[in-house]
């Protein structure tokens, strides 16, 4: 699967991505994510009706307010020249591959809806989020949550081989980094709609985006911990 998002990208290098409309605006953008999780957050500490969500979510909060720092990287390497625009798939999820029942290898990738411009490393970070999780999205015990590092290498061999024409050695070095910051940015996404009553994300039981928060941010976590084996 990730050579194939690997070889998806490769085969779009040269279409300039400006030529692509921004289907969704902002849709990469941690930064506007977490411009988002503040109002929410302002909005929930005034009060009203989501006021006592807030509290219900105190160390979540705190998780992410401080790696407020960390979610304009690539934004900023942008700006330096440093990491290029290029056409990315932008919802790598595994079910966005199609396999070939008997060989079980990937043959197809589906779902453009997001394809536009932005970085090929949001494409890597979404890949390893939900593909190289240890629980479902939605786990309610977070203790069993956190990254599963055999599929993290055997993800990072596969895109690495596929994307080794046109990946810059920044962005390699950034690989573990993205798939870090993706996961927060989906947290927070989770978090930001739970402080907002639950109006974007489908739910199935109360507290259903508090957990999926809880999920992306103990994985985060692990990869924290676990840094100097994520190097590629």
């Known amino acids: 699967?990730?050579?194939?998002?690997?070889?998806?990208?490769?085969?779009?290098?040269?279409?300039?991505?400006?030529?692509?409309?921004?289907?969704?605006p902002q849709f990469f953008s941690s930064p506007h994510r977490l411009r988002q999780f503040?109002?929410?957050?302002?909005?929930?500490?005034?009060?009203?009706?989501q006021a006592g969500r807030a509290d219900s979510a105190?160390?979540?909060?705190?998780?992410?307010?401080d790696r407020a720092g960390e979610v304009g990287v690539f934004e900023e390497h942008e700006l330096a020249g440093r990491i290029p625009p290029r056409v990315v798939h932008g919802d790598t999820k595994l079910n966005n591959v199609l396999f070939d029942a008997q060989s079980g290898e990937a043959i197809c990738i589906v779902d453009l809806d997001t394809?536009?411009?932005?970085?090929?490393?949001?494409?890597?970070?979404?890949?390893?989020?939900?593909t190289a999780a240890r629980s479902r999205e939605d786990e309610v015990d977070p203790e069993r949550a956190g990254l599963d590092l055999e599929l993290y290498r055997a993800l990072a061999a596969g895109?690495?081989?596929?994307?080794?024409?046109?990946?810059t050695p920044l962005e390699r070095e950034l690989m573990p980094f993205a798939a870090r910051l993706?996961?927060?940015?989906?947290?927070?996404?989770?978090?930001?709609?739970?402080?907002?009553?639950?109006?974007?994300?489908?739910?199935?039981?109360?507290?259903?985006?508090?957990?999926?928060?809880?999920?992306?941010?103990?994985?985060?976590?692990?990869?924290?911990?676990?840094?100097?084996?994520?190097?590629?």
């Open 1 to 24: 699967a990730a050579r194939c998002f690997g070889l998806f990208q490769s085969w779009l290098i040269d279409l300039d991505a400006r030529r692509l409309s921004e289907t969704i």
């Open 38 to 49: 503040r109002a929410a957050l302002e909005a929930c500490r005034r009060g009203g009706e």
């Open 58 to 65: 105190a160390d979540e909060i705190r998780f992410v307010l």
């Open 115 to 130: 394809c536009m411009r932005g970085w090929s490393l949001y494409d890597f970070g979404d890949l390893v989020r939900f």
């Open 159 to 167: 895109y690495s081989t596929a994307t080794s024409g046109f990946l």
């Open 182 to 232: 993706v996961t927060l940015t989906v947290g927070t996404r989770f978090l930001t709609d739970w402080l907002s009553g639950d109006v974007y994300f489908k739910t199935s039981r109360p507290g259903h985006n508090l957990d999926r928060a809880r999920v992306q941010f103990r994985m985060v976590a692990d990869m924290e911990r676990r840094a100097d084996e994520l190097r590629v």
